[in-house]
């Protein structure tokens, strides 16, 4: 784990125990009723631009004394200079910025959700590890999400995970961001749905099955081998890399035609940026 900050100020490591059975609240009112002051905000902070950050976000960063920024190894040095920056121009009072390494995780395990339990596990003893280090009593944190903590990340499902340990007493709140989803349809300048259709959202892994039966308008995230050969070339993709960033790439047509290109213009930023994250809606041809 490692501390820094523009202007650090010296961990206080006040800890304060929650006895045994206490629920733990979810909104800051309660907390200060039951006397609970160490404080958490899980923070989105869109998907690369720090003009995406909401009012709201900005606000909350006022309030916090230490920001944690876990790093899940694929993160690379960009997106941490996004977060750094972020700090920087938002965070007006000494902090500390706290980035530590998200514990391995066994890629090919024989037991799926065994591995994903105890990867979880170790997460959760990481949390609160820094939070009892980082926050004293009467203090505030940040987590710092890329895009929404609603979507694909497990920081508020780590959280639930902590305060059911019992051994440390916080409260939190969750301040939304924008998501790659609403970063890709503005770049498109498209809405996500039809008139009154579906819109599912779903990984690169579980497209490999196929499209879900009467699919619409679908949104595909965490697709590092764009699952899309197999389906059917006449619909239509909206393709989006670096989304909001200065490196955003956009791309959109026709299956069969774009979808050998997005995977030569994909390759080729990849190759050149040493990472590459990148967000796709498959809309389906039009009923006649
Ligand atoms: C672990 S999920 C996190 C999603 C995030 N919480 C959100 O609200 O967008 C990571 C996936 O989000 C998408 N993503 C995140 N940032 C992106 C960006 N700047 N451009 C394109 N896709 C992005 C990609 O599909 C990536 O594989």
């Known amino acids: 784990m490692k501390v820094t900050g523009s202007n650090p100020v010296p961990a206080t490591n006040l ?6 059975g206490t629920s733990i609240p979810a909104g800051f ?6 006397g609970i002051l160490r404080r958490i905000r899980v923070i989105g902070i869109g998907t690369g631009n720090p003009e995406h ?80 280090r ?5 203090a505030c944190g940040a987590f710092l999400v890329w895009g929404d903590p609603s979507l694909y990340d497990s920081t508020l499902r780590i959280l639930e995970r902590v305060a059911a340990r019992g051994r440390l007493a916080f409260a939190y709140d969750v301040v939304p961001g924008i998501t790659s989803v609403q970063a890709l349809a503005a770049g498109h300048r498209i809405a996500l749905n039809r008139i009154g259709g579906p819109v599912h959202i779903t990984t690169g892994r579980a497209l490999a099955g196929g499209l879900a039966p009467q699919a619409d308008s679908t949104v595909v995230m965490l697709d590092g081998d764009l699952h899309f ?24 047509g026709r299956l069969g035609e774009v979808g050998p290109e997005i995977r030569r213009v994909r390759a080729e930023a990849r190759a050149r940026h040493g990472w590459i994250m990148d967000t796709y809606l498959l809309r389906a041809p039009a009923a006649d």
């Open 229 to 252: 050969d197999h389906l059917d070339p006449d619909l239509t993709i909206y393709w989006g890399a670096y989304l909001g960033m200065p490196e955003e790439i956009l791309l959109a």
């Open 53 to 132: 950050l909401t009012l709201q976000a900005v606000a909350a960063l006022k309030t916090v004394e230490a920001v944690f920024v876990l790093d899940k190894g694929t993160d690379k040095a960009d997106l941490l200079r996004v977060r750094r920056e972020i700090c920087e121009r938002f965070v007006p009072k000494p902090y500390r910025f706290v980035e530590a390494q998200d514990p391995e995780r066994d890629r090919s395990p024989t037991d799926y959700a065994a591995a994903v339990d105890a990867w979880h596990a170790a997460r959760a003893a990481l949390y609160e590890a820094m939070i009892e």
């Open 15 to 20: 800890i304060r125990e929650k006895p045994a």
């Open 29 to 34: 009112s309660h907390a200060r009723q039951e």
């Open 134 to 138: 980082e926050i004293g009593e009467g």
